[in-house]
């Protein structure tokens, strides 16, 4: 074995590789020639031997969001529909894909936990989906109301989701995962415009506003419900 940045990695004479794999247009031919002949490889192909890499089908395109668990990598795309990928953290390889039903557009956020992921779409209204990890299906859906467009951010805790909304002033929507309806709103002072990123705590959520100058917002959720 080799190692990469501490992680252990075949060596070129180890490598099981499967002949008619496509190698973004890097033969396995040309790779072993240029092995033979002592020629240094380019960064693709070493990307490509050393398995670092997942790449799209044709029209998998634009990944706006990323989450992870222990063995996959869960990428979000910016298409319509919306595609959620999830990627085999030791092949990066495809293992099941998501995607959006007509009008379920735009994948601009990912969170996650045990059991689902959670997809925040770029629609008007905003949508949040309820992904089952075990089969990458539509297990329910949170749509906001009148106005609340654009989900742009997600973070979450045991029993919440947080969509922050690129609207103005911003939003912050705390959605019951249970039932994937709204528990609590906060909504930003004049000027507290487009929530970019969320991140939370035990007790607080913090909502990174796209501001001239930007701005963080602390919002206190000790009480939980039905307060924010």
Not at 26 to 40: C, Y
Not at 44 to 49: C, G, N, R, S, V
Request: glycine fraction near 8%.
């Amino acid at each position: 074995m080799i190692y990469i940045n501490g992680v252990a990695k075949p060596k070129l004479s180890d490598l099981q590789i499967d002949a008619d794999k496509d190698w973004q247009n890097h033969t396995l031919t040309n790779i072993k020639k240029a092995v033979a002949a002592g020629q240094p490889l380019t960064i693709e192909q070493m990307i490509a031997l050393v398995g670092y890499a997942w790449t799209g089908a044709t029209g998998e395109n634009a990944c706006h969001a990323l989450a992870q668990d222990a063995d996959y990598v869960y990428a979000g795309l910016l298409i319509d529909p919306a595609k959620v990928i999830k990627i085999d953290k030791v092949a990066m390889t495809t293992s099941a894909t998501w995607t959006g039903a007509a009008g379920e557009n735009e994948c601009n956020s990912l969170t996650q936990d045990a059991d689902y992921v959670y997809a925040g779409l770029g629609t008007i209204p905003a949508k949040v989906i309820k992904i089952a990890k075990s089969t990458m299906t539509t297990l329910a859906t949170w749509t906001g109301e009148a106005g609340e467009n654009t989900c742009v951010s997600l973070t979450q805790d045991a029993d919440y989701v947080y969509a922050g909304l690129e609207i103005a002033p911003a939003k912050v929507i705390k959605i019951a995962k249970s039932t994937m309806t709204t528990s609590a709103t906060w909504t930003g002072a004049t000027g507290e415009n487009a929530c970019g990123a969320l991140t939370e705590d035990a007790d607080f959520v913090y909502v990174g506003l796209e501001t001239t100058p930007a701005k963080v917002i602390k919002i206190d959720n000790r009480l939980r419900v039905p307060h924010f």
